[in-house]
């Protein structure tokens, strides 16, 4: 049971180097999410996509970009880090299909840990 | 637009005591509501949530949360807390319709469980 799967899981960057976070998950679900999470803000949104091929924007959508390259990987990228995107970032899915019947569960990776200096 | 409020931002509590961890949401639109747990270095896990019907929703572990329309509330129980229960807790909400791929967070609540 993989369930969602994101990599690196730490990461440390100087200020101003690109990176990739990837993400895939294996339950067929049409919606996939990027959040952060830092100390006293819960999580906030980065960006979503709620099928291929399409993606929107969330709460906290500056300086990242976003790619979902088939339904089971969605992958965000930093491309100049800046030490305030030190965070913890979750991907996560959800299946917009049954959501609606039995409300949207959403179903988090582990997380990756990424430190910008 | 939604929003949640979870006022505790730490509770400690003796292990085999009582416990309410407090939330509040706005909303102009019905909406569903979750509880999420996540244990140290891991990835958030679904602990509950209500969708419609009866007002009072049980975990599988022991925890339940009731939702007040009135007091747009959603407070998480547990009658006798163990170490294990030791984690931060999520509150988030969703609409009914429309957005409903969009969950929105509370703050979180870390519960600190001591001997």
């Known amino acids: 049971n993989a369930g969602v799967t994101q990599t690196p899981k730490f990461q440390v960057l100087k200020t101003g180097q690109s990176m990739t976070l990837q993400c895939a998950q294996d339950?067929?679900?049409?919606?996939m999410y990027w959040y952060r999470q830092d100390p006293g803000m819960g999580l906030r949104l980065i960006y979503y996509?709620?099928?291929?091929?399409?993606?929107d924007k969330g709460e906290v959508p500056n300086g990242y970009n976003v790619s979902r390259l088939n339904k089971r990987e969605f992958s965000l990228r930093l491309e100049s880090a800046a030490p305030s995107q030190t965070s913890v970032y979750f991907c996560?899915?959800?299946?917009?299909?049954?959501?609606?019947?039995?409300?949207?569960?959403?179903?988090f990776g582990e997380g990756s840990w990424l430190t910008v200096v | 637009a939604q929003s949640v409020t979870q006022l505790d931002s730490q509770v400690p509590v003796f292990e085999e005591a009582p416990v309410e961890l407090r939330c509040n949401y706005s909303?102009?639109?019905?909406?569903?509501l979750f509880w999420y747990v996540q244990y140290p270095n891991q990835g958030l896990q679904l602990l509950l949530k209500?969708?419609?019907?009866?007002?009072l929703v049980e975990s599988i572990n022991g925890f339940e949360a009731e939702f007040n329309k009135s007091q747009t509330s959603f407070h998480l129980r547990k009658p006798s807390v163990h170490i294990s229960d030791t984690a931060e807790y999520f509150c988030?909400?969703?609409?009914?319709?429309?957005?409903?791929?969009?969950?929105?967070f509370g703050t979180g609540t870390l519960l600190a469980v001591q001997p």
């Open positions: 339950m067929n679900h049409n919606s």
């Open positions: 909303s102009s639109v019905s909406v569903y």
């Open positions: 209500y969708l419609s019907g009866s007002t």
């Open positions: 988030a909400v969703t609409p009914l319709r429309g957005a409903t791929n969009k969950l929105i």
């Open positions: 996560a899915s959800s299946d917009e299909e049954t959501g609606r019947r039995s409300g949207n569960t959403i179903y």
């Open positions: 996509s709620a099928s291929e091929g399409t993606t």
